[in-house]
């Protein structure tokens, strides 16, 4: 992919890439622009400290949020596993609102298999210790606020413990939080992980939780997950239907997860799927934030059908790459042809002569991910994470702050 046509595309932030499904091109045409509903969406970085930390070469000017990753619970506190190593990482980055005073910068507890949290909010008891703790963090390193990165409650991810009490036992966390957070002099943000599917909101009470949250960070990547054989997009925009995908092999696969019943919606998902649902089920748009990848899937023995998109591939080829390595790699190599999935909205790249798929979020789908939640009138946007994106010129945050900014 010429790397040219890339940053092109970052100075053209209103024009969308020529559909794809089934086919696909890489011309691209203006649309014309809808009206803003919010002018000032928030932009939030999930942040996991690079091996070559350097705080102050953190692009905190283009951020409205920054989430430094992350904490766990330990013993039933929230707790770094290494405070000697973190915590000076976190100062240093709490230092940088010297550069943007309006930055939030806040602390993520939990994480991908991260456990403890069940048994944690199980009573009055060991809530009021967690939010104690979670007290004094926020008072030792002068925060802004806190993320809840519970995955899931009453839903086991990665093996970690659920139970059904999980659902009233996080809607009590979430209160104590909330009122633990007012005892500051200073406003303090709430704001917990959420799944982009719909069956997580099952197991919480979403109404009730987001009285005391200020965002939900719904997490829409990995909508395809790292486990899944067959290509599609991870992290897609657009609000596709099962009939975009019939006769594919992930469109069988869908079909048959349906009829058994292992899924309970025929679509692929997306997300302006699950902004849509939690709008109709009553949350404020305000209080929505969607998630940007700066990462990718990459797919092995893929099939040219459809340029590899849809289909059975023989494996993951690596399950995550990290934005800045895809840039480094692939975006530069002939074999690569970057395609535009216009029902999707969403790129993916397909090199025919070693059958690789990559399924990513790009300059071009960011920037239309943030124009998207300004024109829907939703928080903003937030993405995993900020160490994966290339340090050069034209980054996925430069396109993102653009957007939000043109």
Known sequence: M???????SILALAMLVLGCSPQATEETKETPSSEVKNPNPVIMAYYVPE????????PVEELTHIIFSFTNVIDGEMKFRNPEAAGPKLEALVKQKERNPELKVMIACGGWGADGFSDMALTEESRAKFIQSAHDFIQKYQLDGMDMDWEYPGISGAGTMAREEDTQNFTALMKGLREMLDTFDSPKVLTFASAGWKKYYDHIETLEVMKYA??????????????????GHHTPLGDMKSSDVEGTPFGAHMDSLYQSGENLDADPRSAQKIVDFLIAEGVDPMQIVIGGAFYGRVWKGVPPTNNGLYQLSSGLHIGWMAYHSIRDQYEPDSKFKRYWDDKAQAPYMYNAQDSLLVSYDDTVSVALKTK???EKGIGGIMFWELGNDTKEEGSLLDAIYKAAHE
Request: net charge negative; glycine share 2%.
């Open 51 to 58: 091996r070559d930390y350097k705080p102050e070469s953190i």
């Open 214 to 231: 200020d965002y939900t960070n719904v997490m829409t990547y990995d909508q395809v997950s790292g486990v899944s054989i067959y290509t």
């Open 372 to 374: 998207y939640a300004m």
């Open 2 to 8: 010429n790397l040219t046509k890339i940053n092109c």
